[in-house]
């Protein structure tokens, strides 16, 4: 199977051409992402986002996934409810409100069988003066660029759970040289990190 291209939205993947990746593999991306790249699979799990994304008829391009609530009455096939997570725990980041729809999407990759699966753009901290580091920030449905940044535990924390249920699938993630890699990811051995010259190496036989 082709390997997953799973897009998050943080600033690291600036100026780095999307549009290959929907050549090398199946992509996955969440909310604004749309207004930029027709990815195969869609995740808004955000109300606000998920109505400019039907407001726009993404779903022609896109499969789109959603919350159940979020979903009454849909009768468009190409719409559909995220994955339910593959564990139960009793913290709150264990439950389904907590997670967003970046790591639902990591998820949905996995739940369509791929084993390898190549993150980018999940930078997870905020800028050097801990501010928004997300590339939509300031437009309709996120935060202003000055706001504080968000609190990564839980993201660190989910993509932990990840590596633990799913130890046949290998977790590539993508990002600048320096970028620090979470110490809870320590005891887990199906992730790698390498950086954007080195996807750039995979993808030179994918020219657009």
Request: charged share 25%.
């Amino acid at each position: 199977m082709r390997p997953a291209f799973v897009i998050g939205n943080g600033r690291s993947r600036v100026g780095f051409d999307l549009k290959r990746l929907n050549i090398a593999g199946v992509t996955y991306g969440s909310n604004a992402i749309h207004r930029d790249i027709a990815v195969n699979y869609l995740v808004a799990c955000d109300k606000t986002m998920l109505k400019e994304i039907t407001n726009l008829d993404v779903t022609k391009n896109s499969f789109v996934y959603s919350r159940a609530r979020w979903l009454d009455n849909n009768k468009d096939p190409n719409l559909q409810v995220v994955p339910d997570l593959p564990y139960l725990g009793p913290n709150k980041a264990d439950k389904a409100e907590h997670w967003g729809s970046g790591h639902y999407s990591i998820l949905l990759a996995r739940e369509k069988k791929h084993d390898i699966i190549i993150v980018l753009g999940f930078d997870f901290y905020g800028t050097a003066n801990n501010m928004q580091n997300n590339i939509y920030s300031g437009t309709l449905g996120y935060k202003k660029k000055t706001d504080e940044a968000v609190d990564p535990q839980f993201w660190i924390y989910h993509t932990a759970k990840l590596f633990k249920h799913y130890p046949e699938t290998q977790f590539v993630f993508i990002n600048v040289d320096g970028w620090k890699v979470p110490e809870e990811w320590g005891e887990y051995s199906n992730w790698s990190v390498d950086n954007y010259q080195g996807l750039e190496t995979f993808l030179v036989d994918y020219p657009i």
